[in-house]
């Protein structure tokens, strides 16, 4: 791995300038996506190390014109042309935004967008999606947890012999949900995060009972630390109320979840909240829809594509690249990445088909 990964780095240097050229005469720009910033190894959720950070910014401001994030997606209603352009934008209001990132941004006078997640506001705790990594990584067994009910196999949960009504409790074949669907760890997630906020809450509240040797949750921004923020730095959005899934939401959910944080924020910071960023670039036609009639502006996704004059502003692109190696970025945000990606997933299906 660590050989491949050489050799990517070698050809990004090489043909990655040819490849953001040949970007910039389609007339396309890119939105940067990032999460977390921070010195300190998070294996649940693994932030971008500052210095790699300032690196990536040292090299996105050679080879782009880096906007406001207002100026592009103005540009981007506008009709007008992206070409060269890149904007950043942070998910999840983690506090170490305000510790490692900001300071990188303000001395280069970069806006960035960042989108809030209202109930991880409320409570301080933080995503579900990295809580649920906890949980994985570090439940021990018990009675209740992954490996725990020995007498627990094939058929255990309609048998009853797994513990009812609350989930996190687990067969050895996957764990077990509210309603008794036994779900493989590489499902869960999808699951959980089409779940109601109180389903999925008690869930992971019960599941984070097992947790052994588990480091303290990050932090999160509160909303007082929000409001005092200087809005010409920042253009403060919405990520939803719960982090939903809410391209797998029934439109009632989603609803709730897009309206619900836009009315919390635009009363808790006292401005407009135009832009809505989809919990792990998951959105269908309802979402599009029901985002438009909540208010938003633009909204968010996460495809790993450039943005071009066809973008819909509901569903404009980003390339998440918090963890991508400098020396990479312009293949990862040229396209060049995905569409191998591309390529291998087609070139598999043939030879399984």
Not at 57 to 79: K, T, V, W
Not at 112 to 125: E, I, K, Q, S, W
Not at 273 to 293: C, F, K, Q, T
Not at 328 to 351: C, I, P, Q, V
Request: glycine share 10%; proline share 8%.
């Amino acid at each position: 791995m660590q050989a491949l990964r050489r050799m990517l780095a070698a050809a990004g240097a090489v043909v990655g300038p040819a490849f953001l050229a040949a970007q910039r005469r389609r007339g396309a720009g890119v939105v940067a996506l990032y999460h977390r910033v921070s010195p300190d190894p998070d294996p649940s959720y693994p932030p971008v190390r500052p210095d790699v950070f300032a690196r990536h910014l040292d090299y996105l401001a050679r080879s782009f014109a880096l906007l406001p994030i207002r100026e592009f997606l103005d540009r981007r209603r506008a009709g007008r042309a992206l070409s060269g352009c890149c904007a950043l934008t942070f998910d999840d209001g983690y506090r170490d935004f305000r510790d490692h990132a900001a300071p990188a941004l303000r001395k280069r006078g970069i806006v960035v967008g960042h989108y809030l997640v209202t109930d991880c506001l409320n409570t301080g705790r933080a995503t579900w999606n990295l809580r649920l990594n906890r949980v994985l990584r570090w439940s021990h067994p018990s009675s209740t947890l992954r490996d725990g009910n020995k007498e627990a196999g094939p058929g255990a949960a309609a048998s009853g012999r797994i513990p009812s009504g609350g989930a996190a409790s687990a067969t050895t074949d996957g764990w077990v949900l509210p309603n008794g669907d036994c779900v493989s760890p590489a499902d869960l997630k999808d699951r959980l995060g089409s779940l109601s906020p109180e389903a999925r809450e008690a869930w992971l509240l019960q599941a984070e009972a097992g947790l052994s040797g588990a480091p303290p949750e990050p932090p999160l921004l509160t909303l007082d630390e929000v409001r005092q923020w200087d809005p010409g730095t920042v253009e403060w959005g919405s990520h939803t109320t719960s982090h939903a899934n809410l391209g797998s939401c029934p439109p009632a959910l989603i609803e709730r979840e897009l309206r619900g944080s836009r009315e919390l924020l635009e009363q808790a910071l006292g401005r407009e909240i135009r832009v809505i960023s989809y919990p792990n670039g998951s959105y269908s036609p309802d979402v599009l829809r029901i985002a438009a009639e909540a208010g938003y502006t633009e909204g968010f996704a996460v495809d790993q594509q450039e943005v071009g004059a066809g973008a819909p502003l509901l569903a404009i692109p980003r390339f998440d690249i918090g963890l991508m190696p400098e020396t990479m970025l312009a293949l990862e945000l040229s396209g060049a990445l995905s569409a191998g990606r591309g390529a291998r997933g087609r070139l598999r299906g043939r030879r399984s088909g």
